[in-house]
């Protein structure tokens, strides 16, 4: 019987859920040890030679039989309710977390292993909290006063139920600290599973083209092997447990059953006692049952755990949502930020100013901190040093949603949803009317093909946009952030994907939509830069040089050197 600390902190958000199961299960409860005294008074009659006697407490016991049978249907169906209800909770409370945690956190850990934790843990925890939980009230109430209450018809059996249930509660619990350390190691060696499974599938194309789907095979069959012994080596101590419970559970009432028979009772006495006896155990008996369903939840605790204490890389300590509307002055004072577990700074004492409505391409080699800064200005990682600034005001002091609502962002890696083409860029703002949809497709360039979809903007679109080419699904996103009407506008590569013609139509397109807007581009290709208004190179994450494309080839620094090197390829 495990009720750890952590878990029961969390049932705190569902205290109704488990006091309701709590308070249904003792209510059948009752009702069993209701039937016990009833047979046993009925009994009792039919030994005293009086069968007709027994007739009025038999009918009382097919009535609390039938009301039991209510009572067990109630318990099962608020159960189920309360299941769906702690699922329900417990995953927002997981998800908005991890929208805290943000992309940061993702980056440092496996992404099957958070889900894993999601899905498996959370269905897990739904038994924990309403079935066993409750049933942990159940028998810490019910045998406790039942013994009171036999020990105040016959000491000894009183003395015989007591030792038996307090050895059931107590005894099992010398095994609980190696079931747990067994229990985490079985959810780590699931958690690894279901992460290689995700990752196998993910990068599946990746695999078969380098022939590495087979050599994965085999890594996957040595996880899933781990993963049996790990349950083998868990189920090993959950059986001895199981065992040493039910022999308490059968000695108790063998012992209960000798002090009936010893003839120091009358009749109905030693009936009670023996019945009763019986029902001291069950809730017991069937807290063994509900903690195999429970056991997952309690496995994944560590993963719970790790989720819910992650300190997020930013925290939204900010009060101000007055996010500017119109194009502000983005200003980078010496900002210095390390990646945790590095020693060198991705952006080091980095000072850039983007006046209102200007465009600066930032361009540098490969590693030189371009993404930091994007990723700094959205507040994914907050600088160690320094500080960032619209219009003067630090980015800090506006709550999160306030500022991202203010920054509109097309990444390299383009995400669209399993969904309709028109789900994907109300993202960007729910409230949106088709027209506006279809105006923001047309500004990127994208209104033709949506168009030419089977079901135009109602097209369903794949996992990621799976059923789109990479020009495509670049072309929606750039539509997204359009729509967002955000007065400052980060670009990552945003034509990295697209044929020259269409490339041609998007940067006309995005000349319209960086007018009155702050734009930041991070550029891999001239062709990406050529429109902006200046061109900031960046080398071991600070400025090396800024200007005019023309001027920065003229002075023959580190931007020539980039283009000489083709690190800027036409
Ligand atoms: N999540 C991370 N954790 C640790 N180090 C990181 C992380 N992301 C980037 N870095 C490191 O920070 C430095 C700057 O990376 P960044 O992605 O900003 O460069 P970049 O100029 O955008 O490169 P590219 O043009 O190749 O995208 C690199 O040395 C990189 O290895």
Same mark, same amino acid.
């Given at each position: 019987?495990?009720?750890?600390?952590?878990?029961?902190?969390?049932?705190?958000?569902?205290?109704?859920? *488990?006091?309701?199961?709590?308070?249904?299960?003792?209510?059948?409860?009752?009702?069993?040890?209701?039937?016990?005294?009833?047979?046993?008074?009925?009994?009792?009659?039919?030994?005293?030679?009086?069968?007709?006697?027994?007739?009025?407490?038999?009918?009382?016991?097919?009535?609390?039989?039938?009301?039991?049978?209510?009572?067990?249907?109630?318990?099962?169906?608020?159960?189920?309710?309360?299941?769906?209800?702690?699922?329900?909770?417990?995953?927002?409370?997981?998800?908005?977390?991890?929208?805290?945690?943000?992309?940061?956190?993702?980056?440092?850990?496996?992404?099957?292993?958070?889900?894993?934790?999601?899905?498996?843990?959370?269905?897990?925890?739904?038994?924990?909290?309403?079935?066993?939980?409750?049933? *942990?009230?159940?028998?810490?109430?019910?045998?406790?006063?039942?013994?009171?209450?036999?020990?105040?018809?016959?000491?000894?059996?009183?003395?015989?139920?007591?030792?038996?249930?307090?050895?059931?509660?107590?005894?099992?619990?010398?095994?609980?600290?190696?079931?747990?350390?067994?229990?985490?190691?079985?959810?780590?060696?699931?958690?690894?599973?279901?992460?290689?499974?995700?990752?196998?599938?993910?990068?599946?194309?990746?695999?078969?083209?380098?022939?590495?789907?087979?050599?994965?095979?085999?890594?996957?069959?040595?996880?899933?092997?781990?993963?049996?012994?790990?349950?083998?080596?868990?189920?090993?101590?959950?059986?001895?447990?199981?065992?040493?419970?039910?022999?308490?559970?059968?000695?108790?009432?063998?012992?209960?059953?000798?002090?009936?028979?010893?003839?120091?009772?009358?009749?109905?006495?030693?009936?009670?006692?023996?019945?009763?006896?019986?029902?001291?155990?069950?809730?017991?008996?069937?807290?063994?049952?509900?903690?195999?369903?429970?056991?997952?939840?309690?496995?994944?605790?560590?993963?719970?755990?790790?989720?819910?204490?992650?300190?997020?890389?930013?925290?939204?300590?900010?009060?101000?949502?007055?996010?500017?509307?119109?194009?502000?002055?983005?200003?980078?004072?010496?900002?210095?930020?390390?990646?945790?577990?590095?020693?060198?700074?991705?952006?080091?004492?980095?000072?850039?100013?983007?006046?209102?409505?200007?465009?600066?391409?930032?361009?540098?080699?490969?590693?030189?901190?371009?993404?930091?800064?994007?990723?700094?200005?959205?507040?994914?990682?907050?600088?160690?040093?320094?500080?960032?600034?619209?219009?003067?005001?630090?980015?800090?002091?506006?709550?999160?949603?306030?500022?991202?609502?203010?920054?509109?962002?097309?990444?390299?890696?383009?995400?669209?949803?399993?969904?309709?083409?028109?789900?994907?860029?109300?993202?960007?703002?729910?409230?949106?009317?088709?027209?506006?949809?279809?105006?923001?497709?047309?500004?990127?360039?994208?209104?033709?093909?949506?168009?030419?979809?089977?079901?135009?903007?109602?097209?369903?679109?794949?996992?990621?946009?799976?059923?789109?080419?990479?020009?495509?699904?670049?072309?929606?996103?750039?539509?997204?952030?359009?729509?967002?009407?955000?007065?400052?506008?980060?670009?990552?590569?945003?034509?990295?994907?697209?044929?020259?013609?269409?490339?041609?139509?998007?940067?006309?397109?995005?000349?319209?939509?960086?007018?009155?807007?702050?734009?930041?581009?991070?550029?891999?290709?001239?062709?990406?830069?050529?429109?902006?208004?200046?061109?900031?190179?960046?080398?071991?994450?600070?400025?090396?040089?800024?200007?005019?494309?023309?001027?920065?080839?003229?002075?023959?620094?580190?931007?020539?050197?980039?283009?000489?090197?083709?690190?800027?390829?036409?």
């Amino acid at each position: 019987m495990i009720v750890h600390r952590r878990l029961v902190r969390l049932a705190g958000q569902v205290t109704g859920q *488990v006091a309701a199961c709590a308070g249904l299960g003792l209510a059948v409860s009752a009702a069993y040890v209701g039937q016990a005294v009833l047979l046993a008074a009925a009994l009792a009659e039919v030994a005293r030679g009086r069968p007709d006697a027994a007739v009025t407490p038999l009918a009382w016991a097919f009535a609390v039989i039938a009301g039991r049978a209510a009572l067990l249907w109630a318990r099962e169906t608020v159960t189920v309710w309360a299941g769906a209800l702690i699922r329900a909770r417990l995953r927002d409370r997981l998800v908005a977390r991890l929208g805290e945690l943000g992309p940061a956190y993702l980056t440092g850990t496996r992404t099957g292993r958070a889900q894993t934790t999601l899905v498996d843990g959370v269905e897990g925890l739904d038994a924990y909290f309403s079935r066993y939980l409750p049933q *942990v009230v159940v028998t810490f109430c019910v045998p406790v006063a039942l013994v009171a209450w036999l020990a105040t018809i016959d000491a000894t059996a009183g003395a015989v139920l007591g030792a038996a249930v307090a050895g059931v509660l107590v005894i099992p619990r010398l095994w609980d600290v190696t079931l747990l350390r067994r229990g985490r190691e079985r959810w780590a060696a699931f958690a690894e599973l279901a992460s290689d499974h995700l990752e196998a599938m993910q990068g599946m194309a990746t695999l078969r083209a380098f022939g590495a789907a087979g050599r994965l095979g085999a890594r996957l069959a040595g996880r899933a092997h781990d993963l049996y012994l790990t349950t083998m080596r868990q189920l090993r101590v959950s059986l001895v447990e199981t065992g040493v419970s039910a022999f308490l559970v059968q000695a108790g009432t063998a012992g209960a059953a000798l002090v009936a028979a010893g003839g120091r009772l009358d009749a109905r006495e030693a009936f009670t006692v023996l019945l009763v006896a019986v029902e001291c155990f069950r809730p017991v008996r069937n807290l063994s049952e509900y903690w195999h369903a429970g056991y997952l939840g309690v496995s994944a605790v560590d993963g719970l755990g790790e989720l819910l204490t992650a300190e997020p890389a930013v925290r939204d300590t900010g009060r101000r949502a007055d996010i500017p509307r119109h194009a502000p002055r983005v200003r980078f004072e010496h900002v210095t930020f390390t990646y945790p577990g590095r020693d060198r700074p991705a952006v080091h004492d980095l000072s850039l100013t983007i006046e209102p409505g200007e465009t600066v391409a930032l361009v540098g080699p490969s590693g030189a901190g371009k993404s930091t800064c994007a990723a700094l200005l959205q507040r994914h990682v907050d600088p160690g040093a320094g500080r960032i600034t619209l219009d003067g005001t630090d980015l800090r002091e506006w709550r999160l949603d306030a500022l991202r609502a203010g920054i509109a962002v097309v990444a390299q890696d383009t995400y669209l949803f399993h969904g309709t083409v028109a789900d994907n860029l109300r993202l960007a703002r729910p409230g949106a009317t088709d027209e506006e949809l279809v105006a923001a497709c047309a500004a990127a360039g994208a209104h033709e093909f949506v168009a030419a979809l089977p079901a135009g903007y109602e097209t369903r679109l794949g996992e990621r946009g799976g059923t789109l080419s990479g020009g495509q699904r670049q072309r929606l996103a750039l539509a997204r952030a359009l729509l967002a009407d955000a007065p400052v506008l980060v670009l990552d590569e945003a034509t990295s994907h697209v044929d020259p013609r269409a490339e041609a139509a998007i940067a006309q397109a995005l000349a319209r939509a960086r007018r009155g807007r702050t734009c930041l581009v991070i550029a891999h290709r001239l062709s990406a830069v050529r429109d902006a208004d200046r061109i900031v190179v960046l080398a071991d994450g600070a400025v090396a040089e800024s200007g005019g494309h023309d001027d920065l080839l003229a002075a023959a620094g580190p931007y020539t050197r980039l283009v000489a090197a083709q690190e800027l390829p036409a």
